[in-house]
């Protein structure tokens, strides 16, 4: 599973430094697919339905019903790109590396109830949280800050896959049905801003106030 | 001192610019035309060779001093860098700094030398290379010290007479790590596309060739063949990484090896047909991207 963990990686700093909005959906696509084999190599010793299936969940809403939901979105709201990022691509991708040697330092120092399936996982999963923190409060367009919630999610499951042995299928089922409902709500709300201010760009929200005539 | 020490540098002094040679052929083939000979540029310095230098009446000697600085630094550094299993003409603890600092003194000496023209255009170029390679350098020394880390040693012959099979098996290859970081210093520390194009002869775009302009004769010749043997130098890092042949006849060790940086020229080739050179505020985001490959790798061999 280690190829996995570092591709995710790899992804979460390719997306610190995309500017292009359909490659960043693509990215978060990939970390999908990745993180459905990742469900399948943490349990390689004994592959029950249950893994099987969940494993399937994440690569059919992650993989592809998130990304063909936000490249609608996408569609509609005619956004290319985001335009200018607080935080420049170049600053975004060094922090990322910072981050990276941030979190292999935490990770070295932090107590964990059981033994880790990998000695990866917990530092690219911290990894993953941080990247998405970090794309959430630099990006400006409302739709940069969904695929960064999806990010920050993605790290928390791979935190959560190899780290929690035996999590009950519920409790996993019920995460992924949150965030297909956050997706989903979060995918109409930016239909619906950007239909009536011709933009998604959520630094400008600050300035709605109530209509006092 | 054994006499296979002199093989690394001598195959690094004969067939460099052959290696120029198979780039272009590359390119030319991708491109649907038959291509310059594959040893057009041992004609090019040929011929620059027997020609007359002109000087500028504004240039001083240190504009005269840039090409040979510059050639003998890349000659000294082939002292230094072992060619896949066989070993270097010269090794010691710690000769990585000087390896990487060797390329410092012959970039120092280039921008320096474009600066001494006076020329605006020459001076834009020269402000862009040391922009960039001020990136380039700590992402090259970041995966030499994790290959040193991975062995356990801060000498190049060391370290890669330790690189074996074994790299690519256990867990998940930092060699294929590393290997990208260093394919994309070689592609910038040698001006190739997408950092610069060595082929553009438009002074607003280009970095590299537009600090030769005004070099001549013997002195391009000098730049020309250094630049070749920087291209085998670099790609010596990579090749030694990724053909991990160490089986230790030096014949076998030194035929794959060479098999391999002509294999990296014609990717090299490959790489320069299928895209086009980049903006120039996107290469620093590039290199970054590199810069994180080897910290990856680092952070890999070290916990």
């Known amino acids: 599973m280690d190829p996995a963990l570092v591709f995710l990686a790899l992804t979460s700093v390719l997306l610190l430094g995309s500017s292009r909005l359909t490659r960043c959906i693509r990215l978060v696509a990939f970390q999908g697919v990745l993180l459905a084999a990742l469900t399948i190599a943490a349990h390689a010793n004994e592959i029950t339905l249950r893994v099987v299936m969940l494993a399937a969940l994440i690569l059919a809403l992650k993989g592809a019903a998130f990304p063909w939901l936000l490249s609608r979105v996408l569609r509609g709201a005619e956004v290319r790109r985001e335009i200018e990022p607080m935080v420049s691509y170049m600053l975004s991708m060094a922090a990322g590396t910072f981050g990276l040697v941030l979190s292999f330092w935490l990770s ?12 990866l996982v917990v530092p690219v999963a911290l990894f993953t949280t941080l990247v998405g923190l970090f794309l959430i409060v630099s990006r400006r367009t409302a739709l940069m800050q969904v695929l960064a919630y999806l990010v920050l999610e993605n790290g ?5 896959v190899a780290v929690v042995e035996g999590m009950p299928m519920i409790v996993e089922l019920g995460i992924l049905l949150d965030v297909f409902v956050a997706v989903f709500v979060m995918g109409i709300a930016i239909f619906h801003i950007n239909r009536e201010f011709d933009h998604i760009d959520a630094d400008q929200l600050t300035m709605l106030r109530d209509w006092t005539g | 001192m054994t006499e296979a020490s002199i093989g690394s540098p001598l195959a690094a002094l004969c067939l460099s610019p052959l290696l120029l040679g198979v780039i272009g052929r590359t390119k030319a083939i991708m491109a649907g035309r038959t291509g310059a000979p594959l040893l057009q540029p041992y004609r090019d310095v040929a011929k620059l060779l027997r020609k007359a230098a002109v000087y500028s009446r504004t240039t ?3 504009f005269r001093a840039g090409p040979v600085v510059g050639l003998a630094a890349v000659l000294g550094a082939t002292a230094l860098i072992p060619l896949g299993g066989v070993p270097a003409a010269c090794s010691f603890e710690g000769d990585l700094f000087l390896f990487a600092y ?10 320096v030398a474009a600066l001494d023209t006076g020329s605006s255009f020459e001076g834009m170029g ?3 290379e040391v922009a960039f390679a001020a ?14 880390r991975q062995v356990g040693s801060v000498s190049l012959t060391t370290m890669y007479a330790g690189v074996d099979a074994s790299a690519w098996s256990g867990g998940f290859p930092t060699s294929a790590l590393l290997a990208g970081a260093l394919v994309v210093v070689f592609l910038a520390e040698n001006a190739r596309v997408p950092v610069d194009d060595p082929t553009t002869h438009l002074e607003l775009t280009m970095i590299h060739e537009v600090m030769v302009l005004d070099h001549g004769g013997p002195d391009l010749a000098f730049i020309l063949y250094g630049g070749a043997v920087k291209l085998w130098v670099l790609g010596a890092l990579i090749v030694g990484l990724i053909v991990p042949v160490r089986s230790g006849n030096l014949w076998l060790d030194g035929a794959a090896a060479i098999a391999g940086m002509f294999g990296l020229a014609v990717v090299t080739g490959l790489i320069e047909s299928s895209m086009a050179r980049w903006r120039l505020v996107r290469v620093p985001q590039l290199l970054v991207g590199a810069g994180v490959l080897s910290v990856l790798a680092l952070v890999l061999t070290l916990r």
């Open chain 1, 108 to 119: 070295a120092r932090l107590p964990l109830p059981t033994l880790p399936t990998s000695t």
């Open chain 1, 156 to 160: 928390i499951y791979t935190f959560g």
């Open chain 2, 135 to 148: 990136i380039a350098e700590p992402v090259l020394l970041l995966a030499l010290a994790a290959v040193a």
């Open chain 2, 102 to 111: 060797l390329f410092g003194l012959l970039r120092f000496f280039a921008v």
């Open chain 2, 126 to 128: 020269a402000s862009r």
């Open chain 2, 60 to 62: 001083t000697w240190v």
